[in-house]
Protein backbone atom coordinates (compact mmCIF):
# COMPACT_ATOMS: atom_id res chain seq x y z
CA UNK A 1 0.00 0.00 0.00
CA UNK A 2 2.92 2.58 1.05
CA UNK A 3 4.56 1.72 -2.47
CA UNK A 4 1.02 2.62 -4.16
CA UNK A 5 0.87 5.49 -2.75
CA UNK A 6 4.69 6.57 -3.66
CA UNK A 7 3.73 5.58 -7.23
CA UNK A 8 0.46 7.85 -6.92
CA UNK A 9 2.25 10.96 -5.52
CA UNK A 10 5.44 10.51 -8.35
CA UNK A 11 3.00 10.65 -10.88
CA UNK A 12 1.50 14.04 -9.47
CA UNK A 13 5.04 15.55 -9.47
CA UNK A 14 5.74 14.18 -13.13
CA UNK A 15 2.43 16.64 -13.72
CA UNK A 16 3.22 19.45 -11.66
CA UNK A 17 6.98 21.13 -11.22
CA UNK A 18 5.64 23.21 -8.21
CA UNK A 19 6.00 20.86 -5.41
CA UNK A 20 9.68 20.42 -4.21
CA UNK A 21 8.77 16.86 -2.92
CA UNK A 22 6.36 14.15 -2.91
CA UNK A 23 5.27 15.16 0.74
CA UNK A 24 3.99 18.68 -0.13
CA UNK A 25 1.71 16.72 -2.54
CA UNK A 26 0.33 15.14 0.77
CA UNK A 27 -1.19 18.38 1.32
CA UNK A 28 -2.86 19.45 -2.59
CA UNK A 29 -7.02 19.64 -2.13
CA UNK A 30 -7.08 16.93 -5.00
CA UNK A 31 -4.91 14.39 -3.00
CA UNK A 32 -7.38 14.65 -0.02
CA UNK A 33 -10.90 15.02 -2.05
CA UNK A 34 -9.68 11.76 -4.14
CA UNK A 35 -8.61 9.73 -0.72
CA UNK A 36 -11.83 10.70 0.42
CA UNK A 37 -14.00 9.66 -2.09
CA UNK A 38 -12.22 5.98 -2.15
CA UNK A 39 -14.59 5.74 1.38
CA UNK A 40 -16.93 7.68 -0.09
CA UNK A 41 -17.55 5.52 -2.78
CA UNK A 42 -16.56 1.71 -0.85
CA UNK A 43 -19.51 2.89 1.30
CA UNK A 44 -21.79 3.69 -1.72
CA UNK A 45 -20.91 0.36 -3.03
CA UNK A 46 -21.95 -1.62 0.20
CA UNK A 47 -25.40 0.86 -0.28
CA UNK A 48 -24.76 2.96 3.11
CA UNK A 49 -25.71 5.93 1.23
CA UNK A 50 -26.75 8.38 3.70
CA UNK A 51 -22.99 8.25 5.15
CA UNK A 52 -21.46 8.04 1.61
CA UNK A 53 -22.85 11.31 0.89
CA UNK A 54 -21.85 12.56 4.56
CA UNK A 55 -18.48 11.58 3.54
CA UNK A 56 -18.86 13.77 0.19
CA UNK A 57 -20.31 16.48 2.45
CA UNK A 58 -17.07 16.73 4.68
CA UNK A 59 -14.98 16.58 1.61
CA UNK A 60 -16.89 19.35 -0.21
CA UNK A 61 -16.16 21.76 2.69
CA UNK A 62 -12.68 20.98 3.16
CA UNK A 63 -11.38 21.18 -0.27
CA UNK A 64 -14.34 22.61 -2.74
CA UNK A 65 -14.12 19.66 -4.90
CA UNK A 66 -17.31 17.98 -5.01
CA UNK A 67 -17.13 14.24 -6.14
CA UNK A 68 -21.04 12.11 -6.16
CA UNK A 69 -19.57 9.09 -4.27
CA UNK A 70 -20.86 6.85 -6.92
CA UNK A 71 -18.45 8.38 -9.54
CA UNK A 72 -15.40 5.58 -10.52
CA UNK A 73 -12.39 6.61 -10.73
CA UNK A 74 -9.37 4.88 -11.94
CA UNK A 75 -5.59 4.81 -10.86
CA UNK A 76 -3.18 8.04 -10.83
CA UNK A 77 -6.25 10.55 -10.98
CA UNK A 78 -4.59 14.06 -10.56
CA UNK A 79 -7.05 17.41 -9.60
CA UNK A 80 -5.00 20.34 -9.87
CA UNK A 81 -6.08 23.37 -7.56
CA UNK A 82 -9.59 22.58 -7.50
CA UNK A 83 -13.09 23.40 -7.72
CA UNK A 84 -13.97 20.53 -9.99
CA UNK A 85 -17.48 18.35 -10.28
CA UNK A 86 -17.60 15.08 -11.14
CA UNK A 87 -21.44 13.42 -11.26
CA UNK A 88 -22.46 10.16 -10.25
CA UNK A 89 -22.12 8.05 -13.46
CA UNK A 90 -19.20 9.19 -14.36
CA UNK A 91 -16.81 6.78 -15.41
CA UNK A 92 -12.63 8.03 -15.41
CA UNK A 93 -9.80 5.55 -16.41
CA UNK A 94 -6.15 5.95 -15.43
CA UNK A 95 -3.90 8.78 -15.29
CA UNK A 96 -6.49 11.82 -15.91
CA UNK A 97 -5.90 15.22 -15.22
CA UNK A 98 -8.24 17.62 -14.40
CA UNK A 99 -7.56 21.44 -13.39
CA UNK A 100 -9.73 23.97 -11.48
CA UNK A 101 -13.41 24.53 -12.66
CA UNK A 102 -13.94 21.68 -15.13
CA UNK A 103 -17.02 19.56 -14.85
CA UNK A 104 -17.98 16.31 -16.03
CA UNK A 105 -21.98 17.15 -16.10
CA UNK A 106 -25.00 15.07 -16.38
CA UNK A 107 -28.21 14.89 -18.88
CA UNK A 108 -31.95 14.35 -18.10
CA UNK A 109 -31.58 10.88 -16.59
CA UNK A 110 -33.84 9.48 -19.64
CA UNK A 111 -31.87 10.93 -22.21
CA UNK A 112 -29.20 7.68 -20.56
CA UNK A 113 -28.29 4.48 -21.69
CA UNK A 114 -29.40 2.58 -18.26
CA UNK A 115 -29.95 5.72 -16.31
CA UNK A 116 -26.08 6.89 -16.87
CA UNK A 117 -26.10 10.57 -17.90
CA UNK A 118 -22.29 11.46 -17.19
CA UNK A 119 -19.11 11.15 -19.26
CA UNK A 120 -16.80 8.38 -19.74
CA UNK A 121 -13.10 9.95 -19.34
CA UNK A 122 -10.62 7.45 -20.94
CA UNK A 123 -7.50 7.10 -19.71
CA UNK A 124 -4.50 9.48 -20.54
CA UNK A 125 -7.20 12.43 -20.78
CA UNK A 126 -6.55 16.24 -19.76
CA UNK A 127 -9.45 18.84 -19.15
CA UNK A 128 -8.34 21.85 -18.52
CA UNK A 129 -9.53 24.83 -16.45
CA UNK A 130 -13.60 25.47 -16.82
CA UNK A 131 -13.95 23.02 -19.43
CA UNK A 132 -17.41 21.02 -18.97
CA UNK A 133 -18.08 17.26 -20.77
CA UNK A 134 -21.78 16.72 -20.37
CA UNK A 135 -23.75 13.86 -20.92
CA UNK A 136 -23.07 9.75 -21.13
CA UNK A 137 -20.73 10.79 -23.94
CA UNK A 138 -17.12 8.89 -24.62
CA UNK A 139 -13.59 10.99 -23.79
CA UNK A 140 -11.11 8.52 -26.02
CA UNK A 141 -7.87 7.57 -24.35
CA UNK A 142 -5.40 10.42 -24.81
CA UNK A 143 -7.75 13.45 -25.73
CA UNK A 144 -6.89 16.95 -24.43
CA UNK A 145 -10.40 19.23 -23.87
CA UNK A 146 -9.61 23.11 -24.19
CA UNK A 147 -10.19 25.34 -21.44
CA UNK A 148 -13.83 26.95 -21.11
CA UNK A 149 -14.41 24.11 -24.46
CA UNK A 150 -17.98 22.61 -23.48
CA UNK A 151 -18.36 18.77 -24.86
CA UNK A 152 -21.21 17.26 -25.83
CA UNK A 153 -20.57 14.68 -28.02
CA UNK A 154 -17.91 11.64 -28.28
CA UNK A 155 -14.24 12.64 -28.07
CA UNK A 156 -11.70 10.59 -30.61
CA UNK A 157 -8.38 9.04 -28.90
CA UNK A 158 -5.51 11.76 -29.28
CA UNK A 159 -8.60 14.55 -30.25
CA UNK A 160 -7.63 18.09 -28.84
CA UNK A 161 -11.11 20.06 -28.60
CA UNK A 162 -11.79 23.23 -28.08
CA UNK A 163 -14.69 25.98 -28.36
CA UNK A 164 -18.39 26.07 -27.76
CA UNK A 165 -19.69 23.59 -28.82
CA UNK A 166 -16.37 21.77 -29.01
CA UNK A 167 -14.88 20.54 -32.41
CA UNK A 168 -11.31 18.44 -32.84
CA UNK A 169 -8.62 21.22 -34.18
CA UNK A 170 -6.40 19.74 -37.12
CA UNK A 171 -3.42 20.51 -35.24
CA UNK A 172 -0.48 17.09 -35.68
CA UNK A 173 0.83 15.11 -33.20
CA UNK A 174 3.95 15.31 -32.86
CA UNK A 175 6.66 13.87 -30.82
CA UNK A 176 6.38 16.41 -28.26
CA UNK A 177 2.47 16.49 -28.05
CA UNK A 178 2.72 13.01 -27.30
CA UNK A 179 3.33 12.87 -23.78
CA UNK A 180 1.93 15.06 -20.69
CA UNK A 181 1.53 18.42 -21.89
CA UNK A 182 0.25 21.08 -18.87
CA UNK A 183 -3.18 22.45 -18.87
CA UNK A 184 -3.73 20.08 -22.55
CA UNK A 185 -1.92 23.30 -24.28
CA UNK A 186 -1.00 21.63 -28.40
CA UNK A 187 1.64 21.83 -30.51
CA UNK A 188 5.33 22.45 -29.35
CA UNK A 189 7.33 25.08 -27.77
CA UNK A 190 6.04 27.92 -29.99
CA UNK A 191 2.79 28.10 -28.60
CA UNK A 192 2.58 31.07 -26.23
CA UNK A 193 -0.36 31.58 -23.99
CA UNK A 194 -0.69 34.99 -24.62
CA UNK A 195 -0.81 34.39 -28.48
CA UNK A 196 -2.18 30.60 -28.35
CA UNK A 197 -5.43 31.37 -30.39
CA UNK A 198 -3.42 33.18 -32.99
CA UNK A 199 -0.81 30.06 -33.14
CA UNK A 200 -3.97 27.87 -33.19
CA UNK A 201 -5.07 29.52 -36.49
CA UNK A 202 -1.67 29.06 -38.29
CA UNK A 203 -1.03 26.04 -37.44
CA UNK A 204 -4.91 24.98 -38.96
CA UNK A 205 -4.13 26.66 -42.05
CA UNK A 206 -0.68 24.90 -42.52
CA UNK A 207 -2.72 21.64 -41.85
CA UNK A 208 -5.11 22.33 -44.08
CA UNK A 209 -2.62 24.07 -46.89
CA UNK A 210 -0.75 20.47 -46.68
CA UNK A 211 -4.17 18.64 -47.44
CA UNK A 212 -4.98 20.53 -50.18
CA UNK A 213 -2.30 19.97 -51.78
CA UNK A 214 -2.11 16.00 -51.27
CA UNK A 215 -6.51 16.23 -52.81
CA UNK A 216 -4.88 18.12 -55.80
CA UNK A 217 -2.26 15.32 -56.75
CA UNK A 218 -4.39 12.99 -56.50
CA UNK A 219 -7.04 14.66 -58.17
CA UNK A 220 -4.43 15.16 -60.67
CA UNK A 221 -3.57 11.36 -60.94
CA UNK A 222 -7.02 10.29 -61.02
CA UNK A 223 -7.31 12.38 -63.67
CA UNK A 224 -4.03 11.26 -65.40
CA UNK A 225 -5.70 8.01 -65.20
CA UNK A 226 -9.02 8.44 -66.47
CA UNK A 227 -6.99 9.92 -69.65
CA UNK A 228 -4.61 7.12 -70.03
CA UNK A 229 -7.42 4.87 -69.83
CA UNK A 230 -9.33 7.18 -72.85
CA UNK A 231 -6.57 6.66 -75.07
CA UNK A 232 -6.31 2.96 -74.57
CA UNK A 233 -9.80 2.33 -75.23
CA UNK A 234 -9.75 4.85 -78.18
CA UNK A 235 -6.61 2.46 -79.82
CA UNK A 236 -9.00 -0.61 -79.56
CA UNK A 237 -11.56 0.48 -81.11
CA UNK A 238 -9.44 1.49 -83.75
Known sequence: MFDELIRYLDSIVARDPSPRSRWEVLLYPGVLALGLHRVAHWLFEAQMFFVARLVNTISRFLTAIDIHPGAKIGRNFFIDHGFVVIGETAEIGDNVTMYQGSTLGGTNPTNGDGGKRHPTIGDDVIVSLG???????????????????VVNKDVPEGAT??????????????????????????????????????????????????????????????????????????????
Do not use: W
Not at 133 to 146: D, K, Q, S, T, Y
Open 131 to 149: AAILGPIEVGRGARIGANA
Open 161 to 238: MVGIPARATLVQVTPETQHFVPYGTPCSERFDPATQKLELLQCEMETMHKRLVQLLEERDANAAKQSAAKKRGGVKRA
